[in-house]
């Protein structure tokens, strides 16, 4: 067993865990936080997409002892005081999900992708998100949240300015 | 009205778990005490067991038990059913058989579970996994259907020779003959409509557990159709009664057909928690889910299209080879006949037509509904005929389609394969098609595109689709083993809020939202005070579940029939209340009113007069406001429309790109058309898919080549446009919505006008045929073989 600690949706948590551990698996069965999901076993799918240190990654491509020290967001750490995040709110009202199950992943890739870069055209966000796979959407409606909570954030940064 | 009702995008109100992370899937449940699952699988398409030696396994850490075939027949537990029986020719029934829950004595297709480990931890279940030792006597095997039908070929059962399961026709094949024999033209086609696996992004997961205590038995499991699973449980496999059995389907990422079917799993896990006394849970990695959920489509067809001299359609003969994989699966015998060969009329006017479908048993995993299930078959062999006749006979492709609809004074209308359609529009989908896509304005978007140096295809279909299943009597005359109704019970409380307990089973649909949007409509109240509860048999009369576009039509019918009850009741009681007699009392938005007067009483004050009865007709009728009710379709539903493509080929690579997609669609009635149109681009991604990228490949000793997403070409952001999406409404008939269904016209509708508009944008090089998925490796080898060079 290796004793890793590492800070997940802003709270500290120290674990013992099997070095074969994957991070999905340390979020998912240790820390009990599901909202992350697997939906693949060769780091295609995207569903379990999480933050480490504030960038996008495959949860299922990292052993949880590299994790150790970092910092890593999880779909339940995006939403603020129970207001969604501009992502999460543009999937809501552009209907950019259905059965839910890769959205988790779809929403923390796509808000990387707009903080990285705050004005994608619809050629950046669906090359973006190739590394994530829908089977309900067609992704036409996930592409246009991805775009509508670009166009939220820079009104936000616009204002705060 | 609060704006809630029938035909608002209403925002789903069951997003806000999925976006939080808060949503509960099958895998989410971890139960107290729970322990692990772990299946050794077969490496062989075919192989007998000389022996399986488990006793390194089960001294491993943490096990608590290995459990094989021979477990399983010493408890006398049952083998997975079939839920259809089909009738051959001779009328003598088809081949069904044996389909043990783990292997026993053979394996049949690489994949098979043979062997169940259960553990304290997921690691140990899957270390101790591979200490198993199965000692197998390989036999040689048989993928293809072409090779499964040559002579000599492998049996995957003894007792079917020539490894048919079925050999079944519909169909007059006399008139059909007569047609071909006078008519001015014969058009023929042979295709393979390819293998898909269903792959919805969550894999398949049981959780069983059993209560000692109680002597009862609770499985959550990725179902589309927990009550079915319930019977199936009860009636074949696990063999213990219904109020014994508890079948919850919680949040389900995505069927698309895949998880209507009982597997071996969700029986395993609930036998193997009563042996070990403890809950047992087994999640799908993608790999084995790959090996495991049913596959679809699979076919191998040749056409023909008789034509008069006005290229008028006269007759159509079809004969069609269809692999049902190792075993059959729930619906598998269905998917190839009554979903397939009914549909063969299209929205045309075909006066005879002769179908033969021979289903063919191989060593692959079973093969059952996908998205569409048998239509997209039909559609496809029937769309890429009328584009061949039209090429043949130099008739433009939309108007041979135009001149041979049925028109919209010709309903009902009763085709050669059984079906009666009772209404539809089909020009009126395929001019709002053509507007959408600016058909006129093509011949410049070619040039366009061949001034970078591409070549530009368009591509048509125009579609039906039978949906709603299904009249029982009907189908049961057809070998359906089940009824296909639906039940709602509707329960008004004291307050006037409503809850919902619905038989069907949202997996991505939003039912949350549109059968709540039903109840506003119906009952004046307000969408927040409505409640829709579905996926659990403890909490739910009974069901049938969701598939074949069914949910709003079957299920949406009984809610409707549920409410009509409440409705009328209530007005007996809001008589009383206005003293006044029944045959007077209206009721529109939200109250009862005396006919023609002001004199009213709200919903709520009805629900709550109901549940506290003081001032009450209790002699003639009873307190409480809450009924149920069972829909039994009248027919199928028969969405319709256009789908139109149009792709750009780069003629050095292969590679296809769909650059625009307009469709235009008749889905009766609409009651959210954001999530209508949610629902048509899923499927027009997963028709895609089928016709450019997807294919399951077997090689020839039934190995799996495309094993994972890494092999396995799903369809991804940047391989689809922007989808313009139309909608021309003639209302069902026969059911009280006037819905048809939705979730599958994507993928029927599409992959011929994918199709077409490839061999549209490669006929000026003289390439007459390709078959799906048009690959860039396929597509570049066509270019090659017309261009007389190696390919």
Partial sequence: MATISLTVNEKQHAVDVDPRTLLVELLREHL??????????????????VWVDGKS???????AVEADGTAVTTIEGLARNGELHPMQAAFHTCHGLQCGFCTPGMVMSAADLVRRNPEPTEGDVRHWLEGNLCRCTGYHNIVRAVLAAAETLRAGQGGAR | MSGQGMGASVARREDRRFLLGKARYTDDIVLPGQTWGVFVRSPYAHAAIRSINVSQAAAAP????????????????GG????????????SVMVEPPHPALAQGKVRHAGDPVVLVIAESKAQARDAAQLVEVDYDPLPAVAHLTDAVASGAPLVWDEAPGNVCFDWHLGDAEATEAEFAKAEHVVGIDLVNNRLAPNAIEPRAAN????????????YTTSQNPHLIRLLLGAFTLKVPEHKLRVVAPDVGGGFGSKIFHYAEELLVLWASKRVGRPVKWTSSRSEAF??????????????LALDADGRFRGLRVRTLANMGAYLSTFAPAIPTYLHATLLSGPYVIPAIYAEVKAIFTNTVPVDAV?????PEATYLLERLVDKAARELGIDRVEIRRKNLIKPDQFPYQTPVALEYDIGEYEATLDLALKAIDYERFPQRRAASEARGKLRGFGISTYIEACGIAPSALVGALGARAGLYEAASVRVHPTGSVTVFTGAHSHGQGHETTFAQLVVEKLGVPFDNVEIVHGDTDRIPFGMGTYGSRSAA??????????????????????????????DIEFADGKYRVVGTDREKSFGEVAFAAYVPHNYPIESVEPGLEDSAFYDPKNFTFPGGCHLVEVEVDPETGVVQVVECAIADDVGTIINPMIVDGQAHGGLAHGIGQALLEEAVYDSEGQLLTGSFMSYCMPRAADLPMFKVGNHVTACTHNPIGVKGVGEVGAIGVPPAVINAVLDALAPLGVTHIEMPATSEKVWRAIQAAKGGVA
């Fill in chain 2, 291 to 304: 090996l495991s959920d049913a596959h679809g489509r699979d076919h191998v067809t040749h056409a023909e």
């Fill in chain 2, 554 to 583: 079957v299920g949406g019918s009984a809610i409707v029939k549920a409410i009509d009850k409440i409705v009328d009741k209530g007005k007996k009681v809001a008589a009383h209340l206005l003293e006044a007699s029944v045959a």
């Fill in chain 1, 57 to 63: 990654v495959k949860s299922c491509t990292m052993l």
């Fill in chain 2, 371 to 375: 998205r569409g299930a048998g239509r």
């Fill in chain 1, 32 to 49: 009990r936080l599901t909202g992350t999901h697997v939906g693949c076993d060769t780091s295609q799918c995207g569903a379990c997409t």
């Fill in chain 2, 208 to 219: 069983g557990h059993y209560d000692a205590a109680e002597d009862r038995y609770t499985l």
């Fill in chain 2, 62 to 77: 943490g096990v608590l038990a290995v459990l094989t075939g021979d477990d399983v027949a010493a408890d006398g537990l």
């Fill in chain 2, 80 to 91: 997975i059913p079939c839920g259809w029986q089909i009738k051959n020719k001779d009328g």
